[in-house]
């Protein structure tokens, strides 16, 4: 289930909240034990499921939609709030609570899409941290994970008789599958954290993350009724992918946007397209000296004529 968050403070992905005193201070790995279970009789159940800010991933998004059977446009507008990712100029989108604070979807019985959860919930009471250090840009470096406990005085699940190890945990949840899907998602928000604040993503750009992050539909359209494909140099093969399989699709445009945000060489630009770019950037240099030059000229030529009007006035002037 997700997490409580009763002082409303913000929480980052996943579990982890910039007020550490509910994080356990113990780095855990896949094979670190924990004790703890969730069910309906557990006195607390549900408690944990109001006054939270549950940050939807790309996946997420697709299969609650799927699930409620309606399009990506309606999802955003009737279940989510937008919002920057924690800390950085990220746009992205959290579930909109109702006017009790609570999840939409959430009963007192229990989730109406506990199946299709989103990542957020399916990870608690553990946190996932997951990130690069400051500056380092190094392509393919794996970036340090690891993982930690959360424990909150309300949650009565800790004292429950079941113990498990994380890697257990997280395939019973299934939050290994969810990794799997959401890591290039997950690894552009790191890398654009280690940026850091003296780098700002341009409003285009922030536009472009948004519609490929939140609206499936949308990405696909640009893809082949643009001129992407005039653009970028792909193969039959992946087309026929992103073309039929929404998770092919997914993972497509995190590497479009890795390659558009951070020029990675994830996506391939065609050969004529980079000449005529450069011939065109030529030109425009070349054309930038002859404007420079013609300014040039037409200021002297001002500044000649009022020189020639001052003298001539001063030669009238001694007659």
Known sequence: MAENNSSSKEKALFGLDKNPSNIMPEKLTLDSKIQFRCHPGVSCFTACCGNINIVLTPYDILILKN???IDSDEFLLRYTKPVFLEKTDMPGVQLNLT???RCPFVTDEGCLVYTDRPSACRYYPIGLANFH???????GKEAEQFFFIVKEDHCKGHEEDKTWTIREW???????VRDEINRGWMELVMRRKSHGIQATLSEQAQKMFFMTSTNLEKFKDFIFNSSFLDVYEIDQETLDKIQNDDIELLKFSYLYMASSIFGTQDLKIKEEKI???AAAMKEGQAGAVDRAEETYKELKRDYDQLKKDIDDKKAKGTK
């Open 133 to 139: 250090e400051r500056g380092d840009e190094t392509e």
């Open 275 to 277: 000449k005529a770019k």
């Open 99 to 101: 006017a009790e604070g």
């Open 170 to 176: 997280r395939k019973d949840q299934g939050t290994d």
């Open 67 to 69: 699930r409620i059977g």
